[in-house]
């Protein structure tokens, strides 16, 4: 699976959109972007995911650049309860290797 | 709520002791993955589960071993404990069809400390 950068942390004002970059520089031509979020204490949750196309669902939006080397989780009105680390993860969806690959991830902090 | 239960909740052990965790899977589906969460780290996959067969291991010894069931729940053993087995314990289930695999939902956790 290709690797990801994202940055380690950021702030965010409550209230206000949140831009989570992800760099996947490596990325091949059947793998996914997804994107997965741990608030503290808890398992990771599951937010998102996109090949090519932005995509959007009720809780977040997911744009992917033309060339698909990085991407953008938004969120559109954070709340304190977004508070959480956001994992960005690229994976083959069909294949036989299932795990998903957590790095670092970047700790969002959302402020009143 | 993922529909992804585990249990315990929380665990003490001593040093090359035994432990089993388990994981109940969300409704209806087929396979179950086990991640270990060190402090302050991303989830490092242990292995995972498909109709009842090890389906992908990751780089962790055979001490640490797994079950699936036919109702497709799963239990964690982990053999002969060390200090740095402490972590948090996640299971994923998720439904995989014709090579495909849906996205993955997490159960709370087990915590398990081993002193």
């Known amino acids: 699976d290709a690797k990801t950068t994202q940055p380690p942390s950021m702030d965010c004002a409550e209230g206000r959109a949140a831009n989570l970059p992800c760099n996947h520089s490596t990325i091949s031509g059947n793998e996914y972007v997804y994107w997965y979020r741990q608030i503290h204490s808890q398992g990771p949750q599951y937010i998102i995911h996109?090949?090519?196309n932005n995509e959007t669902n009720e809780m977040a939006s997911l744009i992917i650049t033309e060339d698909r080397k990085s991407s953008t989780l938004i969120l559109p009105h954070a709340t304190l309860r977004d508070t959480a680390v956001y994992y960005c993860i690229v994976r083959a969806s069909l294949s036989n290797d299932y795990k998903l690959s957590f790095g670092a991830g970047t700790t969002v902090t959302v402020r009143a | 709520e993922t529909g992804v239960t585990q249990s315990p909740t929380h665990l003490i052990k001593t040093r090359g002791q035994q432990v089993t965790l388990r994981c109940s899977s969300q409704s209806g589906h087929n396979t179950v993955s086990w991640y270990q969460q060190a402090l302050g780290q991303g989830p490092q996959f242990i292995f995972q589960y498909y109709r009842e067969e090890e389906n992908g291991r990751g780089n962790f010894p055979p001490r640490f071993s797994g079950l699936q069931f036919p109702n497709y729940s799963s239990e964690l053993n982990v053999n002969a404990l060390e200090l740095d087995d402490s972590a948090l314990y996640l299971c994923?289930?998720?439904?995989?069809?014709?090579?495909?695999?849906?996205?993955?939902?997490f159960g709370p956790g087990t915590r398990l400390t081993v002193t």
């Open positions: 994923a289930s998720s439904t995989s069809r014709d090579r495909v695999l849906y996205e993955q939902y």
């Open positions: 996109g090949l090519k």
